[in-house]
Antibody, heavy 119, light 106 residues
């Protein structure tokens, strides 16, 4: 059974750096074609894909936030970490991590964590 | 970037109605199109992949069609559990979601 869970701060101040951790089980990030991605959703708004990291440590970022994002993995700990610099109130959102399987689809999602950006 | 545009943004319907949601891509994505259902406070749930393939466990009243730039999601007979927001997603070139269609009770 594949599970993922996001953790990190619920409140950050403008200009600060957000660090979120996705801890997963039920699959290995060393398996070919597997990846973990991050998607966010501002309150009442649509989903926005942010980044993905693959089994071979390749990384891809959304062009809209690429300059502010970093994604890393710790295969031994079954964790993926997302950092987003220079946070702004518009970054207030629920942040989800999700498992990317062989079909290139996000088949399994975490429960999401709401991050509010406010001074 | 590939942009995805859904219509309508909101749809009011009754139990038993046939419901159709449209999704248009800004460029051809072949059949690399998925549909997700999301309920308030929950993560999205995959319904359809490769434009028309039903994900395991998803009721057969859900169906998808289309290719290239135009796609549809159809619910043949709307059930109480189907009132939710639906998102299309292209995965031809990374991933982009549509803006969502909220299906609400008429």
């Amino acid at each position: 059974q594949i599970t993922l869970k996001e953790s990190g701060p619920t409140l950050v101040k403008p200009t600060q750096t957000l660090t979120l951790t996705c801890t997963f089980s039920g699959f290995s990030l060393s398996t070919s074609e597997v990846g973990v991605g991050w998607i966010r959703q501002p309150p009442g708004k649509a989903l926005e894909w942010l980044a993905v990291i693959y089994w071979n440590d390749e990384k891809r970022y959304s062009p809209s936030v690429k300059s502010r994002l970093t994604i890393t993995k710790d295969t031994s700990k079954n964790q993926v970490v997302l950092t987003l610099t220079n946070m702004d109130p518009v970054d207030t959102a629920t942040y989800y991590c999700a498992h990317k399987g062989l079909r290139s689809l996000y088949e399994h999602w975490g429960q999401g964590t709401l991050v509010t950006v406010s001074s | 970037d590939i942009q995805m545009t859904q219509s309508p943004s909101t749809l009011s319907a009754s139990v038993g109605d046939r419901v159709t949601i449209t999704c248009r891509a800004s460029q051809s994505i072949s059949s690399w199109l998925a549909w997700y259902q999301q309920k308030p406070g929950k993560a999205p749930n995959l319904l359809i992949y490769k434009a028309s393939s039903l994900e395991s466990g998803v009721p057969s009243r859900f169906s998808g069609s289309g290719s290239g730039t135009e796609f549809t999601l159809t619910i043949s007979s709307l059930q109480p559990d189907d009132f939710a927001t639906y998102y299309c997603q292209q995965y031809n070139n990374y991933w982009t979601f549509g803006q969502g269609t909220k299906v609400e009770i008429k």
